[in-house]
């Protein structure tokens, strides 16, 4: 699990990479999201 204080371009394409590489998903979640409890809303 990596958390970090907001999404950067460089972090988005290294999760496009990683997904087209491995297929697997990576859900980017913000401290934010994370304090607000928005979790579920965005894994959903």
Known sequence: MVIAAGNTGDAESEISRFFKQTGKVIVPLTVQE???DQIAHKLA
């Open 34 to 36: 994370i304090l607000d």
